[in-house]
C-alpha cells in the first residue's frame, strides 16, 4: 500500500513563496513517476507540473511555467513543489501523485496516476 501524505501548504501573500512536500511510503519511490495537481473551489483538478523517476524528464502547466519548480529526493522518497511569486489564482488544494508503471515518463493526465495524496491547501491573498 503506497502512501503519499502532502505538506507545506498555507496562507500566503501574493506574490510570496511556499514549498510543498509530498512524503510518499509503501512503494519503491525511485520507480516511479510523480505530479502535482491542483483542485480550486468549483472547478476541476489541474494538472501543475511532473517528473519521471529520475528527474530528467520535467513538464509543467503553462500557467506555473518560470514560478514552479518541481523536484524530487530519491534518498529521502520525498517530491517537492518550489511555488514562487504566488498569485491570488493559485488558491487551491494540492495534490501529489505517483505513477508506478511508466516512471520514466511525465503524465499530465491525472487518469495515469495510480495513488494520490490527500491534499495541502494553498491560500493566496491580494
Known amino acids: 500500500q503506497v502512501q503519499l501524505v502532502e505538506s507545506g501548504g498555507g496562507l500566503v501573500q501574493a506574490g510570496g513563496s511556499l514549498r510543498l512536500s509530498c512524503a510518499v511510503s509503501?512503494?519503491?519511490?525511485?520507480?516511479?513517476?510523480m505530479g502535482w495537481f491542483r483542485q480550486a473551489p468549483g472547478k476541476e483538478r489541474e494538472f501543475v507540473a511532473a517528473?519521471?523517476?529520475?528527474?530528467?524528464?520535467?513538464v509543467y502547466a503553462d500557467s506555473v511555467k518560470g514560478r514552479f519548480t518541481i523536484s524530487r529526493d530519491n534518498a529521502k522518497n520525498t517530491v517537492y513543489l518550489q511555488m514562487n511569486s504566488l498569485k491570488p489564482e493559485d488558491t487551491a488544494v494540492y495534490y501529489c501523485?505517483?505513477?508506478?508503471?511508466?516512471?520514466?515518463?511525465?503524465?499530465?493526465?491525472?487518469?495515469?496516476?495510480?495513488?494520490w495524496g490527500q491534499g495541502t491547501q494553498v491560500t493566496v491573498s491580494s
Open positions: 509503501g512503494g519503491t519511490f525511485r520507480t516511479y513517476a
Open positions: 501523485a505517483a505513477e508506478k508503471n511508466m516512471g520514466w515518463r511525465t503524465q499530465v493526465r491525472s487518469t495515469f496516476y495510480d495513488d
Open positions: 517528473i519521471s523517476w529520475s528527474g530528467g524528464n520535467i
